[in-house]
């Protein structure tokens, strides 16, 4: 499953409300170090979901990355 990472905790929270009050499905869990985010949040979210997700989060202004795990 792809990651979004996120600078603060702050955007990490507030992209799992905005998912979830928009019926996307997105779970907090722990960023990978290799990551190199700054906040140890990260959400896990269907790939199928991704254009919908972070077309929702760049509308609401919260800054993330998107981060795949290596092959």
């Known amino acids: 499953m792809p990651l979004l990472t996120f600078d603060t905790t702050h ?3 507030w992209a799992e409300q905005l998912a979830h009050e928009n019926a996307l499905a997105a779970e907090p869990t722990p960023a ?7 906040c ?3 959400l896990e979210y269907l790939a199928e979901e ?3 997700l972070t077309t929702l ?3 609401a202004g919260v800054a993330f990355r998107i981060w795949r795990r290596g092959p």
């Open 32 to 38: 990978p170090p290799e990551a190199g985010a700054q």
């Open 40 to 42: 140890d949040i990260a």
């Open 50 to 52: 991704e254009q919908a």
């Open 57 to 59: 989060l760049e509308g």
């Open 11 to 13: 955007h990490a929270l």
